[in-house]
T-cell receptor, first 115, second 111 residues
């Protein structure tokens, strides 16, 4: 299995809702990532988990709360979002933190719309 | 973070070779050069990476300048399925979790 699976593929939520994005991989990768991508812009790094511990938080607002329950799963909990948070949220995984390896495997993303 | 500079857009005719340039003048000696591409409505996918020597795989070739301040991704025969945004990214050797995308090059393939 060489895939990163993200669910749901599409999500519409109100500003007072609480929702979660889910990401799963079964490649034995020990680093997992959340990226946010606005239309016609490159992906922006949000969070990095390495060996199930949060290692990088790119000053993301607290209305985004990541969670890594085990080495295969990564969640992004959403609460009180704003319309400007509407974007494609991408999950990725990699074998470990070194740069010489093949690199990242990305999921297809969750298209989030905040109304 | 070391940065990369790429042209915003390029065009190529189908079945022709495509050379996508990337400048990374502040690259450190331990940074790997990675290339990813993102097809419409999909997540980015790995294309190729290298450190100092030129690299080939089934998707593309990577030519790295001798001083490592620039590199070129070569698609040998562009197809319509190669239309995508191509990102050149520097990945630190020992802290490879820091993976930041630049603006990328949007490649249009003309039939």
């Amino acid at each position: 299995d060489t895939e990163v699976t993200q669910t749901p593929k599409h999500l519409v939520m109100g500003m007072t809702n609480k929702k979660s994005l889910k990401c799963e991989q079964h490649m034995g990768h020990r680093a997992m990532y959340w990226y946010k991508q606005k239309a016609k812009k490159p992906p922006e790094l949000m969070f990095v988990y390495s060996y199930e511990k949060l290692s990088i938080n790119e000053s993301v607002p607290s209305r985004f709360s990541p969670e890594c329950p085990n080495s295969s799963l990564l969640n992004l909990h959403l609460h009180a979002l704003q319309p400007e948070d509407s974007a494609l949220y991408l999950c990725a995984s990699s074998q470990d933190g070194t740069g010489g390896l093949r690199g990242y495997t990305f999921g297809s993303g969750t298209r989030l719309t905040v109304v | 973070d070391a940065k990369t500079t790429q042209p915003n857009s390029m065009e190529s005719n189908e079945e022709e070779p495509v050379h996508l340039p990337c400048n990374h003048s502040t690259i450190s000696g331990t940074d790997y050069i990675h290339w990813y591409r993102q097809l419409p409505s999909q997540g980015p996918e790995y294309v190729i990476h290298g450190l100092t020597s030129n690299v080939n795989n089934r998707m593309a070739s990577l030519a790295i300048a001798e001083d490592r301040k620039s590199s070129t991704l070569i698609l040998h025969r562009a197809t319509l399925r190669d239309a995508a945004v191509y990102y050149c990214i520097l990945r630190p050797r020992y802290t490879g979790n820091q993976f930041y995308f630049g603006t990328g090059t949007s490649l249009t393939v003309i039939p």
